[in-house]
């Protein structure tokens, strides 16, 4: 709520911060050496994945016109369910399938670290989305 008085587009921080910290930390979970090291960062990484949408998804509510958000919302939603639970595990396998000749049974673990770099990529939008949403609605 402190960061939202200041304008919307100042939550997103939470956003950045939350995809740019699952890019190290879902990596450290795949080479992690011990199976309770894992467990442990798996949480950690959850939590910062499960936080941002909210945010996301309160900026979107904001920005939107008032007849509009639950359209927005909805359009919000399903780009996240068919991105992150529909093409991503086909992509996973796929590069998985890929990787498999050149690195035999770690080809899932290489495929998912691949993957990682799509979180990072996300953090750095939410960097552009945040500068144009305090641009465009500054004290909302």
Not at 52 to 62: D, L, Y
């Amino acid at each position: 709520d402190r960061l939202a008085r200041r304008g919307i587009g100042h939550t997103l921080i939470i956003a950045v911060v939350a995809n740019l910290f699952i890019v190290p930390a879902y990596l450290a979970v795949l080479w992690a050496p011990a199976v309770s090291l894992a467990l442990g960062i798996t949480f950690l990484a959850a939590v910062a994945g499960s936080i941002f949408s909210s945010c996301a998804a309160a900026t979107v509510q904001t920005v939107t016109p008032l007849g509009a958000r639950g359209l927005g919302v909805a359009i919000f939603s399903v780009s996240v369910g068919l991105l992150g639970q529909g093409l991503s595990p086909f992509a996973v396998g796929v590069l998985s399938d890929v990787f498999a000749a050149t690195h035999g049974r770690e080809s899932l673990r290489v495929a998912l670290s691949v993957c990682m770099v799509l979180p990072g990529i996300a953090g750095l939008l939410f960097i552009r989305v945040r500068a144009l949403t305090i641009r465009d609605f500054p004290k909302r």
